[in-house]
């Protein structure tokens, strides 16, 4: 008899493994972004999708205390976007429990990261706060 698992389940089993996999492939410490018990800092992002003309956005503000889901994407690929959209779907279904959202397109230019994302929007997940680093592709400390 097949049993049927719903998203959730594929999605804890897929952050299962994506951690089980780092854990047991990385012999050091990685040091990237806020630690434990710190803030996060503000950025900017200059938002593409879903306005008529791009403007500068700070998630961190947007997200007014809130919890906030940063997704930053520094490969434009078939899996990077799929995950990038399971992701934010599932962001989606929690807005109503606070859930604030944004993608961030790390980019070495600016302009050509905007051109990137209006070509494939149609891949990403609409309603969702989304557009490239100002900071380059490091993205922001």
């Not at 710190?38 to 947007?62: K, M």
């Not at 959209?85 to 929690?94: E, F």
């Not at 494939?120 to 490091?138: C, F, K, W, Y």
Request: glycine share 8%; with cysteine.
């Amino acid at each position: 008899m097949q049993t049927e698992m719903s998203m959730t389940h594929y999605f804890g089993w897929l952050i299962t493994l994506l951690f089980l996999s780092a854990t047991a492939t990385c012999d050091e410490e990685v040091f990237s972004g806020p630690q434990p018990g710190e803030s996060l800092p503000n950025f900017t992002l200059r938002q593409v999708l879903g306005v008529e003309e791009p403007r500068e956005v700070d998630p961190v503000d947007t997200a007014n205390d809130r919890p906030l889901l940063l997704i930053f994407v520094h490969d434009v690929n078939r899996p990077a976007i799929g995950m990038t959209r399971t992701l934010t779907r599932y962001a989606q279904s929690r807005e109503k429990d606070g859930l604030t959202t944004a993608v961030i397109l790390l980019a070495d230019d600016v302009t050509g990261g905007e051109a990137t994302l209006k070509r494939m929007q149609h891949a990403l997940t609409p309603n969702v706060l989304t557009g490239v680093s100002i900071d380059g592709r490091e993205g922001p400390g």
